[in-house]
């Protein structure tokens, strides 16, 4: 058993050539069968992420009638310099053509090929707290291709009671349902004690992606991919930033009042 979670930390990226170098006519290689798995596989797994941020705004322009875009409106509109946005399209074989940029419909062929969403992955929720009942009654999943076809807990007052149109099952039955409804990816949603089990469980009916929820590190085979949301890491992670940008604001030791009001603590000095 392997201890996998989710790592953050991008790698070092290459230099990309110069714009007009790099947005050039290049014809889109065939990539299918083992050719399109090849090519998933070599992408960084930090790439992967923004290509799911540029999937999302050029599905939003794609709805707006916008025919095609430029590296840099791509990458202003994703958050990202058009240096790493050009490295992170030539993963999936697009460069673009000079002067006219990448063509949106195309783009979003591709990146949702690489992605893996040419077809629905079935989805199940295990815990139906706050959070489940949240994610199970979530619009936006069918849409992008994640229908939510199974929910799993252990309050007897919940079994059989739909939640968001689906009955709640048992998770003594998650190998059962998620082998019946051909789920593929399954959300921990559970207090910490129970996600180990739950995930074995999960394991154990064949679901080889786990999104958790959970803080806890989870003990899974080498071939299950999982995915760790720790929302309270997030807030740390802001509170951080925060902080730093307080230590270096001009009055860094008054109070948000006293910098409006200009005063300050006894002994501080409020510098202007």
Avoid: W
């Avoid at 949702?112 to 929720?125: D, K």
């Avoid at 139906?128 to 849409?143: D, M, R, V």
């Avoid at 074995?200 to 803080?215: K, M």
Wanted: charged share 20%; aromatic share 4%; net charge negative.
């Amino acid at each position: 058993m392997a201890q996998r979670g989710q790592s953050d930390a991008a790698g070092r990226t290459p230099r990309a050539p110069a714009e007009n170098a790099a947005e050039i006519t290049t014809p889109m290689p065939t990539i299918n069968g083992n050719g399109l798995r090849d090519r998933a596989r070599a992408i960084p797994e930090a790439a992967v992420a923004r290509l799911a941020v540029y999937l999302r705004v050029l599905s939003g322009m794609r709805e707006q009638g916008v025919a095609s875009v430029s590296s840099e409106e791509l990458s202003g509109a994703a958050g990202v310099n058009s240096a790493k946005l050009r490295k992170d399209l030539s993963y999936i074989g697009s460069y673009g053509t000079r002067g006219v940029g990448y063509e949106v419909e195309v783009l979003v062929d591709q990146i949702e090929r690489v992605l893996g969403l040419t077809r629905e992955q079935s989805v199940a929720v295990v815990g139906i707290g706050n959070l489940g009942h949240a994610l199970a009654n979530y619009g936006g999943f069918p849409g992008r291709g994640f229908p939510v076809t199974a929910l799993f807990d252990v309050d007897p007052d919940l079994m059989g009671v739909p939640v968001g149109g689906i009955p709640v099952d048992h998770i003594d039955d998650i190998p059962k349902v998620c082998a019946a409804r051909e789920v593929t990816i399954g959300v921990i949603a559970t207090p910490p004690p129970a996600a180990q089990a739950v995930c074995d469980r999960l394991v154990q009916a064949g679901v080889e992606c786990i999104l958790n929820f959970a803080p806890v590190v989870l003990q899974v085979p080498e071939t299950v991919e999982v995915r760790k949301v720790d929302l309270a890491v997030e807030l740390q992670i802001l509170s951080f930033h925060v902080a730093r940008r307080a230590d270096h604001a001009p009055d860094a030791d008054a109070t948000p009042a006293q910098r409006v009001n200009g005063n300050a603590p006894n002994g501080v000095v409020v510098r202007r």
